[in-house]
């Protein structure tokens, strides 16, 4: 079986500038949601692999990425929506350093009501770090980092598919009772991906329209938000 996280060559480097990993929008709402993500959640423009918006990556628009998808309904539902993207790459590509977390503070001190975490795949990059520092009790101290003792966590796994992370992120889902949201068989539909939408193969098996909705309605649906 192929291993999706093999052929995205977008780089975990520079998805987001170092001065924008936090981006916070107040609404007046009464619901806060933080959203902690990698180029699925959030990547700025880079034209020289075809990528030239601000958004989750391969989405056709801003309303479309699964953020604004999950934004729009719970805004149907509660009014306005005060919300968090923290984009996380570089904790990925070096999950074992703590200290790394201190550049999110912001989205810590957002205090969240509900944290939705999304990343997994930029961690095939530094893959061969796994046994050395199994990930468990790293992707554990992270979650506690930005979800206060009253925060509902929801915790999704790779949406490529990859066991050897998917694993330890189930083990910490069951240890602390977060709601785990597996996204597996949505990243193994093609007809999720935006295959020939853009000549870059790394961009190209992100989620389209169809796999960001897909990708939405499961965590506004398991995670019970609406």
């Known amino acids: 079986m192929k291993n999706d996280n093999a052929i995205n060559t977008v780089s975990s480097f520079a998805q987001v500038s170092d001065d924008k990993q936090v981006k916070i929008v107040r609404q007046g709402g009464r619901l806060k949601i933080a959203f902690i993500g990698n180029s699925i959640t959030r990547h700025m423009p880079k034209p020289e692999i075809g990528w030239t918006h ?16 999950m934004l729009h309904a719970l805004e149907q539902k509660y009014g ?12 990925e590509r070096e999950y074992w350093n703590r200290a790394i977390l201190e550049e999110y503070h912001a989205a810590r001190e957002f205090d969240a009501d509900i944290v939705v975490i999304r990343i997994a795949e930029n961690v095939w990059g530094v893959r061969d770090q796994l046994e050395k520092k199994p990930l468990a009790p790293y992707w554990d ?3 506690r980092y930005f ?5 509902k966590v929801l915790v999704t796994d790779d949406f490529w598919s990859w066991k050897t992370i998917d694993d330890p992120i189930h083990e910490v889902c069951e240890k602390r009772g977060y709601t785990l949201i597996k996204l597996g068989d949505i990243g193994a539909d093609e007809s999720n991906k935006a295959i020939g939408q853009f000549d870059h193969p790394g961009v190209a098996i992100h989620p389209n329209d169809k796999g960001m909705r897909a990708i939405a309605e499961r965590i506004l649906t398991e995670g019970e938000l609406l």
Do not use: L
């Open 54 to 69: 601000d958004w989750g990556m391969a989405a056709s628009s801003i309303e479309n990425d699964y953020v604004h998808v």
């Open 80 to 91: 306005p929506v005060d919300y968090c993207i923290c984009s996380m790459s570089k904790w």
């Open 141 to 143: 101290y992270m979650i």
């Open 147 to 151: 979800a206060g003792p009253k925060s």
